[in-house]
């Protein structure tokens, strides 16, 4: 097959076409070109020092590289060889034939990087259900706690503490329900059970209902929530995931916004998108801050202006919600003057 460091070829057959895409007249005694020249330049000098140690009576040489066709692409091929020797111990020439692996190559490091995934996915998902169990188990103990002062106190018949302890029990409820809702939405996108179901719809509605559900987690910092969403926009989007959306940002600019604050929520039309924006004057993030948001893997949050506890898990829900209708969300922000939270929504069906 080949005697020089050229790969001088002396035959081959015509399924070398196929291979390389270069026909066995174009390579045979480097007519047009060299075997070496097709070897990819990351394998060439390997193959060669290879095949030297591998020239022994009775020995054969296999390996694995890739090489460049005759329309430029790169194929993983499998060759097997031998060195034919004469009477006198002296080699002659080299035999042995080259199969195209491409196909497996990519399946095995299809297969590879999916394992990796996998791996990395049960990692980040099992460091994510502890930090969820540990924040669901502060509520709820907050809830038997009360439940007993209450118990007692009712017991005792002293009920001058009454309304601050039931304050607090609806409090802790609100944030265990918050935090089940989001975590059972995102259970059911993950698993495929929960339908993506567009369709028209005003948006100003959608807005109208989060805000009052809202107001009285905002009544309680005396934060102002403002709609400026004009009757006229109309969106192609499902209503229980932009519902979900917007619950979740206002709720995180509340929960960021100090006591007095306002938090505005405003619309626009802008080619086949509409451009959603809940912005508040809160505490802000660093840039640091905002590459850490929406990641599964790094379940950024911290504690909010009166130390309100947070998974990040909204976050996350609204990204993936939002990108089920094939848009964006973002987020800017400046340390100590606000946030600005962005989302994209079709205007039209496709």
């Not at 980040?124 to 103990?141: E, G, M, Q, R, V």
């Not at 917007?246 to 626009?268: D, Q």
């Amino acid at each position: 097959c080949a005697l020089y460091r050229n790969w001088t070829m002396f035959y081959l057959s015509e399924k070398c076409i196929e291979v390389t895409g270069y026909s066995p007249q174009e390579l045979m005694m480097n007519n047009k070109l060299s075997y070496n020249d097709i070897i990819h330049p990351d394998f060439r000098e390997a193959i060669w020092n290879k095949w030297q140690r591998s020239l022994t009576p009775g020995t054969s040489f296999q390996e694995e590289y890739k090489i460049i066709t005759a329309d430029g692409k790169v194929k993983w091929v499998w060759e097997q060889g031998r060195g034919i020797f004469d009477k006198h111990g002296e080699l002659t020439h080299l035999e042995g034939f080259i199969t195209d692996i491409t196909s497996r190559k990519e399946a095995e490091d299809a297969l590879r990087e999916s394992e990796a995934r996998l791996a990395e996915l049960n990692a980040t998902k099992d460091k994510f259900f502890s930090i969820i169990a540990h924040d669901l188990k502060s509520p709820f103990n907050s809830i038997i706690g009360i439940g007993e002062l209450l118990s007692e106190q009712i017991r005792k018949q002293e009920y001058d503490t009454l309304e601050e302890y039931t304050s607090i029990m609806k409090d802790s409820s609100v944030k265990a329900m918050n935090l089940l809702t989001n975590l059972l939405e995102w259970s059911r996108s993950q698993t495929g059970r929960m339908e993506f179901n567009p369709e028209f719809m005003r948006l100003s509605q959608i807005v109208d209902e989060v805000v009052a559900l809202s107001r009285y987690n905002a009544s309680q910092k005396s934060i102002q929530i403002v709609s400026h969403v004009p009757k006229s926009i109309i969106c192609f989007a499902d209503k229980a995931m932009v519902s979900s959306v917007l619950r979740n940002l206002v709720s995180n600019a509340l929960k960021f916004t100090p006591r007095g604050g306002e938090v505005k929520i405003s619309a626009r039309n802008e080619g086949e998108h509409t451009h959603v924006t809940v912005s508040d004057n809160g505490t802000g993030m660093s840039q640091r801050e905002i590459d850490n948001l929406f990641r599964l893997d790094s379940f950024y949050t911290t504690r909010g202006t009166e130390n309100e506890a947070g998974t990040g898990l909204g976050l996350i829900l609204c990204k993936e919600f939002i990108s089920k209708h094939g848009c964006d969300i973002h987020a800017e922000s400046i340390k100590g003057k606000g946030s600005n939270f962005s989302f994209t929504l079709p205007r039209n069906s496709r």
